[in-house]
């Protein structure tokens, strides 16, 4: 399998909706409560193959779960210790140098 073909999420992971069909939910985050690697048919993109999850999303449709391609889903990255004040606070300190370069 390529990397383009590589599971990127899994079970129970926290993910953030990136949907170019659906702009509305984008930013959402939502449970993978599914995966599946799959072939669905589309009427406007045709034949779509990849890795396809099932999320803890309201359906589209009514009394339907919804399979969402990977290409819809990014990672939810964990946000960092320091807050933008402390950065700066440590830049205008003196305590981060730059690497030298000569």
Same mark, same amino acid.
């Given at each position: 399998?390529?990397?383009?073909?590589a599971k990127y999420f899994s079970i129970g992971e926290v993910v953030i909706m990136q949907s170019k069909d659906h702009p509305e939910i984008n930013g959402t985050e939502t449970t993978v409560l599914d995966a599946g690697y799959q072939t669905?048919?589309?009427a406007r993109s045709?034949? $779509? *193959?990849?890795?396809?999850?099932?999320?803890d999303l309201p359906?589209?449709?009514?009394g339907k779960r919804d399979w969402?391609?990977?290409s819809a $889903? *990014?990672?939810k990255h964990k946000g960092g210790s320091l807050s933008l004040q402390d950065i700066i606070r440590l830049c205008n300190s003196g305590s981060v140098h730059e690497k030298?370069?000569?």
């Amino acid at each position: 399998m390529s990397r383009h073909n590589a599971k990127y999420f899994s079970i129970g992971e926290v993910v953030i909706m990136q949907s170019k069909d659906h702009p509305e939910i984008n930013g959402t985050e939502t449970t993978v409560l599914d995966a599946g690697y799959q072939t669905l048919v589309n009427a406007r993109s045709g034949e $779509l *193959r990849g890795w396809y999850y099932q999320l803890d999303l309201p359906a589209m449709k009514e009394g339907k779960r919804d399979w969402w391609h990977q290409s819809a $889903l *990014r990672k939810k990255h964990k946000g960092g210790s320091l807050s933008l004040q402390d950065i700066i606070r440590l830049c205008n300190s003196g305590s981060v140098h730059e690497k030298d370069t000569a």
